[in-house]
């Protein structure tokens, strides 16, 4: 797919102080915390739908889409054999397991990992004799204690046949919110319940075989308390491969994520579903989102990773308020809002891109800042976020403004750079690319618009880098992921050729 940009003449250097108005200092140090594994979403286009046009995957996935994604999710469907109809559905896609091969295969042909969690196990496993939560008829649904043990050897099953088909897993979640009771499929366990699950039969399930990892259960909220007792226990932490959840509800959500991520003891952390700021029907119809709520969803994506998410994972992949349109016009002859093309990536999809195809294999670096990133009013968007990330010779900061007022941001860098690139997004221009003239150094004024998201770009010298830092601590987690120079995760490490390991550019 080809890529298009807006040039932008930029004129950068120190600002004077006539020009000078509020001034943020960003200090970036050489402190390293985890490598990003990378950036996903899930393979539905509505509820307990997969998608089945190849074309919306491969415009996501393959090397040169602007989005950049490198994670699937899809969903474990706990109908195996493909009998439920379309007249419990509504729809023609097959609603089990083969109706998400097309999506599968064509991700991982570009070399994308593939996520699988669980709504539900399969009925007869649970109290409720259905896959459904139980919230319409006021009965729980449960796994059944007597079912415990057939919970992995049905995963195995699954992962058998992905494997059988050309759609092998590289990643199984024990349970989609497990601390939420739904009327659509869904299970629920209490922590205690998850952990006694996990130390009893986890042990059961053939990673080797399948060269699967074992995610615990992605809660709601991101719930600590399912992965303390998991994580405190050496009988259960040895069987969970990495800690995932979503972060619904406020941003006291992404601070369980952290408080989850201390708990992690090495292992990834991913957040594995959100979604923002869907304003709901609007007599029938939707909007595409507007520029702030384009911007709480940069914000969103920030705030994950400086919380200790090594992965951020969208919820539906093609919708009106996701990255690729859905096609649906809910209203033709009065929608409000042309443009959610089917096939077409749309604007969230490329500010997904200008992280995504940066930061994948990229290291986080801990920064401070003259200004309070500190959430104010819940749902009042009135800060100025930053982060910052080094991979191979490059170092990159983020600046997300939702103000209506510009700023100066003064950058205090770790090392010398010799050159800088911007990529910035304002309303109505989204991914402006341009080379910025800059004086060798480590400290650099910038101005930076209003309501705006910009990525800057520093190119580091390796020698320096190899000077500056040899005694550095692998980064955590995902210390050993290799990637290549584009961001495409390898399986093993190359024998020859260049390429990310650990946020270092290596040559052999």
């Not at 719930?223 to 998991?230: A, S």
């Not at 309070?372 to 990330?389: C, D, H, I, K, L």
Request: aromatic share 10%; glycine share 8%.
């Amino acid at each position: 797919m080809r890529r298009f940009f807006l040039s932008l003449i930029v004129a950068t250097a120190s600002l004077s102080a006539a020009e000078a108005q509020t001034t943020i200092n960003l200090n970036v140090t050489t402190e390293q915390k985890q490598t990003i594994t990378g950036f996903g979403a899930a393979a539905m286009e509505a509820l307990m739908r997969p998608i089945q046009d190849v074309d919306i995957i491969r415009t996501a996935f393959e090397p040169d889409s602007p989005i950049g994604l490198n994670i699937l999710r899809m969903e474990m469907s706990a109908n195996m054999k493909g009998d439920i109809t379309k007249a419990d559905i509504g729809w023609d896609t097959p609603y089990d397991w083969h109706g998400y091969l097309p999506a599968v295969r064509e991700a991982k042909s570009h070399g994308a990992l593939i996520l699988a969690t669980p709504w539900s196990p399969p009925a007869a496993y649970k109290t409720n004799n259905s896959a459904s939560g139980g919230k319409d008829d006021g009965v729980h649904g449960k796994l059944k204690e007597s079912s415990w043990g057939s919970l992995f050897t049905w995963f195995n099953t699954f992962l058998t046949y992905m494997q059988a088909n050309d759609a092998s897993v590289d990643v199984v979640a024990l349970q989609n919110e497990p601390d939420w009771w739904v009327s659509y499929n869904g299970c629920e366990y209490t922590p205690q319940e998850m952990h006694d699950l996990v130390k009893q039969y986890a042990k059961r399930l053939n990673k080797d075989k399948f060269g699967v990892r074992l995610l615990g259960g992605e809660p709601l909220g991101f719930n600590p308390e399912y992965y303390r007792l998991l994580m405190e226990d050496p009988e259960t932490a040895q069987y969970i491969d990495l800690i995932g959840g979503h972060v619904y509800g406020d941003y006291g959500r992404k601070k369980n994520l952290a408080t989850s991520a201390g708990y992690a003891a090495g292992k990834e952390v991913w957040m594995t579903e959100h979604l923002i700021n869907p304003r709901g029907d609007n007599g029938g119809i939707r909007d595409l989102p507007t520029w702030q709520e384009q911007l709480d969803f940069c914000e969103d994506v920030n705030e994950c990773l400086i919380n200790g998410a090594t992965a951020y994972i969208y919820w539906y992949l093609a919708k009106e308020y996701a990255f690729i349109g859905d096609g649906t016009l809910y209203d033709q002859a009065t929608c409000l809002s042309p443009g959610n093309d089917r096939g077409k990536v749309l604007d969230r999809g490329r500010l997904m891109g200008q992280f995504a195809r940066q930061l994948k294999g990229a290291t986080r670096l801990v920064h401070t800042s003259s200004l309070n990133n500190s959430p104010t009013t819940p749902g009042v968007n009135q800060r100025f976020e930053m982060s910052a990330f080094l991979k191979g010779d490059s170092l990159i900061v983020n600046a997300i403004d939702t103000l209506s007022r510009d700023f100066n941001l003064h950058v205090t860098l770790p090392y010398n750079v010799d050159r800088a690139h911007r990529i910035q997004s304002t309303d109505g221009n989204i991914c402006a690319e341009s080379d910025l003239d800059i004086t060798p150094g480590r400290d650099f004024t910038f101005s930076v618009p209003a309501r705006s998201f910009t990525t800057y770009v520093f190119h580091v010298d390796d020698e320096q880098l190899a000077v500056s830092h040899p005694k550095v601590a692998a980064p955590r987690p995902a210390a050993d992921a290799v990637y290549t120079l584009s961001g495409q995760r390898l399986e093993r490490e190359p024998s020859h050729g260049i390429y990310i390991k650990a946020g270092r550019k290596v040559v052999r």
